[in-house]
Nanobody, 129 residues
Framework: HVQLVESGGGSVQAGGSLRLSCAAS????????MGWFRQGAGKEREGVGI???????ALADSVEGRFAISRDNAKNTLYLQMNSLKPEDTSMYYC???????????????????????WGQGTQVTVSS
């Protein structure tokens, strides 16, 4: 099965930046959907950004314009660039993957974390004022 390992989290001041990385043990171009999800203490898990098998991306409204998701197929690595960080971004960030459906919907993938069957261990992001 696919193994995912996140890195790049840390503690920053509001307005700062971080880049998260997710290294995958295997990545089949054209077949894999991958995304970043986050979960704060006592909160439900929510989608942050998704990239589907055809390369299309989507970001949650709360991070649009501040975050960017990208993929390096040669390195089997998914990235989340986070700029202009806010205290409300504080959360554990998880990388997830699943086999894409034949006609993936980016917005659908972002909203359905329960469908993802491969997860990393998470990396903590803390933003202070």
């Amino acid at each position: 099965h696919v193994q995912l390992v996140e890195s790049g989290g840390g503690s920053v001041q509001a307005g700062g930046s971080l880049r998260l990385s997710c290294a995958a043990s295997e990545l089949i171009v054209g077949d894999i959907c991958m995304g970043w999800f986050r979960q704060g203490a006592g909160k439900e898990r929510e989608g942050v950004g998704i990239i589907v098998s055809d390369g299309r991306t989507a970001l949650a409204d709360s991070v649009e314009g501040r975050f960017a998701i990208s993929r390096d197929n040669a390195k089997n690595t998914l990235y989340l660039q986070m700029n202009s960080l806010k205290p409300e971004d504080t959360s554990m960030y998880y990388c997830a993957a699943r086999a894409c459906p034949s006609r993936p919907s980016n917005s659908f993938e972002l909203a359905n974390a329960a469908l993802y069957n491969y997860w990393g261990q998470g990396t903590q992001v803390t933003v202070s004022s």
